[in-house]
């Protein structure tokens, strides 16, 4: 393959891959809002379908309510999950592009592998890290927002300092980057989308829905908005390797920076 078609089919990823992630983000956080809105009104009355939520945007008005029940068929209902799963193509492609097929997955300064076997650990880690978060967040330990806050800064401290010492700094910040965006992408296929199946085949059946179902459903779309910022920093992070990766303090800059973006998601989900 030639540099320039290289180079173009590496552009080309890259614009389908950022465009997919703000469609991805936009909405996540557009229902996170609405949610939280709904969170802070008070019902009327106990069988009332709920509160209304008002905005006005491009010269009209628009109201969304929260339904305790399905009032349309089910073929009505619009799901949103093509754009997590976009994004994520997208950005595996970029990385088989860039670092697997490329020359910036092994620097020899920091161990002298071959390019197989950084591979393989890549891969590995990607996995690794969704079974780790997974497992964590189904036991009793994430029944505790604040331990399993502490839980999932240690791996992350923990994670960046091995792939720091393994990778070359720019494909350790990437990587983690693509085990948060990996753990995004699962919670959305296989834990977010298998409760609202069930929860539509429910409503259209007329049967009770299992409440638990949409809590572990709410928790791990909570958990994306609190990814997506720092995701979002270290697919940038690589136009900046005097402050993040390449700096002698290269781990810890991503473990703070990950912080502060745990940080301004609060605040945006406060908003």
């Known amino acids: ?25 936009g909405q996540t956080y557009y229902f996170t809002w609405l949610d939280g809105q709904f969170g802070k009104s008070v019902k009327a009355a ?5 509160p209304a939520v008002w905005m006005v945007h491009s010269g009209g008005f628009y109201t ?16 949103f999950r093509w754009e997590a799963l976009t994004t994520w193509l ?31 650990i890549g891969v590995g880690v990607l996995a690794a890290g969704w079974l780790i978060y997974d497992t964590a967040a ?5 029944e505790s927002e604040a331990a399993f806050a502490v839980f999932a800064l240690a791996m992350t401290a923990a994670i960046s300092w091995g792939l ?30 298998p409760a609202q199946r069930s929860m539509l085949a429910a409503a259209v059946a007329g049967a009770e829905f299992d409440p638990a179902l949409g809590a572990e459903a709410k928790l791990r779309s909570k958990h994306n908005t609190f990814l997506a910022v720092p995701v979002v920093f270290l697919m940038v992070s690589n136009h900046y390797p005097v402050a993040t990766y390449g700096n002698r303090y290269g781990w810890p800059v991503l473990v703070v920076l990950v912080v502060v973006g745990w940080m301004a998601a609060k605040l945006i989900r406060a908003a």
Do not use: C
């Open 90 to 120: 997208g950005g595996m492609v970029l990385l088989i592009l860039v670092y697997y097929l490329g020359s910036g997955l092994i620097d020899p300064d920091v161990v002298d592998i071959s390019q197989a076997a950084g591979v393989a």
């Open 46 to 50: 106990a069988n009332a379908p709920g």
């Open 164 to 193: 720091m010492h393994v990778f070359s700094g720019r494909a350790a910040y990437i990587h983690m980057g693509a085990i948060f965006g990996t753990i995004m992408t699962a919670n959305v296929w296989l834990r977010i989308l």
């Open 1 to 25: 393959m030639s540099s320039s078609v290289r180079e173009w089919l590496n552009l080309s990823v890259r614009w389908f891959h950022v465009f997919a992630g703000i469609m991805w983000v």
């Open 64 to 79: 969304v309510e929260r339904q305790k029940s399905l009032g349309v068929g089910a073929e009505r209902v619009r799901w």
């Open 138 to 142: 189904r036991s009793r330990l994430g």
